[in-house]
């Protein structure tokens, strides 16, 4: 176990590094961009990720692999009305549409109505995604009768909130973390 995390710290050490030394829009060594020409944001991904963007996409998003559909994807929204002050009126608004509209209705054990099946199991904790503020939340919920695990962080900029996800099974939500430190350590904004 400490040669696994030694070596885990050898590698960000050498991505972090590595990212030092290149340029604005350059990969960081053993990682790939996942952001189309149409985003106004870097995300890149390990290497061995399958990307699923095109050029023209509004939202970013990569794969695990064929066997692993555990993805990221990063989108922003533009509050061009000015409707959300801060990052926790956008996810009041943003989580009640999730739980509306988006989950499965499962009935409730107790007095048997049915109720969405989204649960908030982190609500809006403080982090740095590349030395920015935003607030990460965490649900799980059944899609299409499959359960699910979410990781969210929104980032505001200007009047821009940036939604970062995380999905996966709850199997191997905890499995890519490692990498998830590094997409969120390089996400850059054009």
Known sequence: MKKILCLILILVSIFTLAACSREEGEAPV?????AGKANDFYLYV?????????????????????????????????DSENEYKDIDSYWNYYSSELENRIFDKIKDSETGEEKSSFTLTNDGENILVNEKAAKKYEYTGKVAGLDLSYMQ??????????????????????????????????IEFK
């Not at 399958?50 to 692993?68: F, H, K, P, Q, W």
């Not at 499995?175 to 430190?181: C, G, R, S």
Request: glycine share 2%.
């Open 153 to 186: 962080i929104i980032i505001k900029r200007d009047n821009v909130f940036y939604i970062f996800t995380y999905t996966s099974t709850p199997e191997l939500y905890s499995k890519h973390d490692t990498e998830l430190e590094m997409i969120l350590n390089f």
């Open 46 to 78: 390990p290497d061995e990720w399958i990307v699923n963007t095109s050029d023209t996409d509004l939202m970013a998003s990569a794969r695990v692999s064929e066997n692993d559909s555990s993805n990221v994807t990063m989108i922003g929204y533009a």
């Open 30 to 34: 053993g990682m790939k961009n996942a």
